[in-house]
T-cell receptor, first 113, second 112 residues
Framework: EAQVTQNPRYLITVTGKKLTVTCSQN?????MSWYRQDPGLGLRQIYY???????DKGDVPEGYKVSRKEKRNFPLILESPSPNQTSLYFC????????????FGPGTRLTVT | GENVEQHPSTLSVQEGDSAVIKCTYS??????FPWYKQELGKGPQLIID?????GEKKDQRIAVTLNKTAKHFSLHITETQPEDSAVYFC???????????FGSGTQLTVLP
């Protein structure tokens, strides 16, 4: 089944404790992206990657890191999480030629206390 | 960057009625106009999209119309059903599709 998977689905952590949210897709998509979703603000792009070893900042990159060492994986790293990073996070992927057709993962609910 | 406004933020309709959600954008280079549906507890899913050289596209009960001159496009849902209740997002994008800017979302509730 074609899908985007994220782990963990739920995470409660404390300020300053490094964490990684994994994202993997099995559709051989070149493009991958991370979004955060907050009430009233819609989906805001954090980082995106057009291909392996190529990453770029989205609209809200501060406090986040990403890497794209393999085509299928695009982990999101919070090296020192803060309470304002409490949010619902989505990973998405698409063919580079069809960037408007993004496939989203199920989401990761992160709470930073 | 792209400035996207979506209205209304909430919309309640009676089952069987029609619903219309409007999206206004700023970047004249946008030429793909998708709509996504997000059901409770799930990620958004593309439900329909239109290219800039087309004025209207239909798929069963949903349709999208585009006014490129005025820089807005709309999602139309006819004969609404309870399963149409969800949050809908627009996300106009250009050819490069490097960055997607989503609208702030519309919570549609279909009342039985």
């Amino acid at each position: 089944e074609a899908q985007v998977t994220q782990n963990p689905r739920y995470l409660i952590t404390v300020t300053g404790k490094k964490l990684t949210v994994t994202c993997s897709q099995n559709m051989n998509h070149e493009y991958m992206s991370w979004y955060r979703q907050d009430p009233g603000l819609g989906l805001r792009q954090i980082y995106y990657s057009m291909n392996v070893e190529v990453t770029d900042k989205g609209d809200v990159p501060e406090g986040y890191k990403v890497s794209r060492k393999e085509k299928r994986n695009f982990p999101l790293i919070l090296e020192s999480p803060s309470p304002n990073q409490t949010s619902l996070y989505f990973c998405a992927s698409s063919l580079r030629s069809r960037g408007y057709e993004q496939y989203f993962g199920p989401g990761t609910r992160l709470t930073v206390t | 960057g792209e400035n996207v406004e979506q209205h209304p933020s909430t919309l309640s309709v009676q089952e069987g009625d029609s619903a219309v959600i409007k999206c206004t954008y700023s970047d004249s280079a946008s030429n793909y106009f998708p709509w996504y549906k997000q059901e409770l507890g799930k990620g958004p899913q593309l439900i329909i999209d239109i290219r800039s050289n087309v004025g209207e596209k239909k798929d069963q009960r949903i349709a999208v119309t585009l006014n490129k001159t005025a820089k807005h496009f709309s999602l139309h849902i006819t004969e609404t059903q309870p399963e149409d209740s969800a949050v809908y997002f627009c996300a106009p994008v250009g050819d490069s599709a490097r960055q997607l800017t989503f609208g702030s979302g519309t919570q549609l509730t279909v009342l039985p």
